[in-house]
Each structure stands twice: as structure tokens, then as C-alpha cells.
């Protein structure tokens, strides 16, 4: 079980007062509904120290306040694609809080922001240009009612576009054109004309 918040001074004096009224530390816990460790060791430590506030809490206290994580995470809203040394000087500009991009990406993570890396993207080269053009001609060549009427309509020019291939102004998707061969050889040129 987690460590919950700690007593108020006023809950503290309260159980001090219980005790000095002669209750015992079961009636006080059922009373005040804390646990009775809790009150025991309240009346433990007033009992040896004379104290009911609780003592400063050794560490270093956080370097950014709640305003400060609400200036973070507006920032790091506006600036979701921005990298960590970007947003770190906006949110010195922003809150005038010197921090360092570690401090910042430390905050960013508890606040649920992550960082993501981008989809590998390859670049289309001869090796992998026939795979997607084979698949951006599957994409075109599907047959839609707007399709089937403009095919025919019959007003064909005779040119390229006739050949299954949609305008290009019109596709969504772009047209990758890569020739299967660079020159044919002589030896196919000789055979084509004869």
C-alpha cells in the first residue's frame, strides 16, 4: 500500500488533545478515523520530542512549482513535434524557470508526453520503384460508377490516358512511372521490323 498525505498540524493536536482527555488510542482512531499506528505515533512523538508539526523532509525540493508543470505542458502542447532542447528554451521564455533539457524531459515523461520516432519512409529507388507502382496501378485501375461512365462515353483522344491509367489531376495518390528497360537491345529492334 502507498504512502498517503501526512496529518494536518490540526489533526495532530487533535489526537494530542484525545490523549490528554484520558482516551485511549483505539477510541481516538475510531473517533478521528486514522489508523491507530498513526495515532500511536503521534502520541509517541509528542510525547518525546514535545512536537506536533511534522519535521521538513530531507531531499531536494522540485525544482518547477505546479505552475511552472502547467507552463510545460501548455508549451509542450503548442510544440508536440518540437525536440527537447527546442522546448526547453520556449519554457525558459515562457516561465523564466532555468532548467535543463534533461529536467524538462524528465517532467514532459511524468506528464505522459513521449517521444516518437517517425515511420521509415523508403526511398523509391529502381529496386523497389516496380513493387509500388504495380500497387499504385492496382489503386487506380479500380472501377468506381464515375469510371465506368467516363470509360464509355467515348470521348477518347487516342492518346496515353486511354491505356487503364486515370488523369493525374484527378488521383489522389501519386504517379510513380519507371520504363521497364532503358534502350532495347539491337537484336529486338531488328526482329520488331522485320
Same mark, same amino acid.
Given at each position: 500500500m502507498g504512502r498517503t498525505e501526512e496529518l494536518s498540524d490540526f489533526q495532530r493536536g487533535t489526537v494530542i488533545g484525545c490523549h490528554l482527555s484520558k482516551k485511549s488510542?483505539?477510541?481516538?482512531?475510531? $473517533?478521528? &478515523?486514522?489508523?491507530?499506528?498513526?495515532?500511536?505515533?503521534?502520541?509517541?512523538k509528542w510525547k518525546r520530542l514535545g512536537a506536533t508539526t511534522a519535521l521538513p523532509r530531507s531531499g531536494r525540493p522540485h525544482k518547477l512549482s505546479e505552475r511552472d508543470l502547467t507552463v510545460l505542458e501548455r508549451v509542450a502542447n503548442e510544440n508536440r513535434l518540437s525536440p527537447v532542447a527546442a522546448l526547453t528554451t520556449e519554457f525558459r521564455?515562457?516561465?523564466?524557470?532555468?532548467?535543463? #533539457?534533461?529536467?524538462?524531459?524528465?517532467?514532459?515523461?511524468? $506528464?505522459?508526453?513521449?517521444?516518437?520516432?517517425?515511420?521509415? =519512409? #523508403?526511398?523509391?529507388?529502381?529496386?523497389?520503384a516496380k513493387p509500388a507502382l504495380k500497387l499504385s496501378s492496382k489503386k487506380q485501375n479500380k472501377t468506381?460508377? &464515375?469510371?465506368?461512365? &467516363?470509360? =464509355?462515353?467515348?470521348?477518347?483522344?487516342?492518346?496515353?490516358?486511354?491505356?487503364?491509367?486515370? &488523369?493525374?489531376?484527378?488521383?489522389?495518390? #501519386?504517379?510513380?512511372?519507371v520504363p521497364d528497360r532503358e534502350d532495347p537491345s539491337p537484336s529486338q529492334s531488328n526482329e520488331a521490323q522485320s
Open positions: 488510542v483505539r477510541e481516538i482512531s475510531a $473517533m478521528l &478515523d486514522l489508523p491507530r499506528s498513526t495515532v500511536s505515533a503521534v502520541i509517541v521564455n515562457a516561465s523564466g524557470s532555468n532548467v535543463s #533539457p534533461r529536467t524538462v524531459r524528465r517532467e514532459l515523461h511524468g $506528464m505522459g508526453f513521449r517521444g516518437q520516432a517517425a515511420a521509415h =519512409k #523508403p526511398k523509391i529507388i529502381r529496386r523497389n468506381t460508377p &464515375d469510371t465506368i461512365s &467516363d470509360n =464509355k462515353g467515348g470521348t477518347s483522344s487516342g492518346g496515353e490516358e486511354d491505356r487503364g491509367q486515370t &488523369d493525374a489531376s484527378t488521383s489522389s495518390e #501519386p504517379v510513380v512511372q
